[in-house]
């Protein structure tokens, strides 16, 4: 193999390793139970830097109220009840 097919070869490998990596990990996590892979999102949001957390501060409401229901789940829900909820604030 001639230097230029070498550094192609090089290259493409040190493209694909990274991107075999991540999508390995995706479906790893999207086998994950729907309360794991809700854990896991919010530790990954957790882990990127302060500055995306303090320009959507979205971000960090709904890590605190994910907190809050793993604390209390009583605090949640059902679909259904929300959609009652909905559908009795569009009648008044």
């Known amino acids: 193999m ?6 192609v070869s090089q290259n493409y490998t040190e493209y694909t390793l990274p991107m075999s990596t991540i999508t390995e990990v995706e479906k790893l996590a999207l086998d994950l139970p729907e309360t794991d892979r809700a854990i896991l999102a919010a530790h990954l949001l957790e882990s990127l830097p302060s500055v995306l957390h303090d320009v959507d501060d979205g971000i960090t409401e709904a890590l605190r109220r994910d907190a809050e229901l793993d604390a209390d789940p009583t605090l949640g829900m ?12 569009r009648r008044s």
């Open 2 to 7: 001639g230097r230029a097919g070498l550094l």
């Open 78 to 89: 059902s679909l259904e009840q929300l959609d009652t909820r909905v559908a009795q604030r």
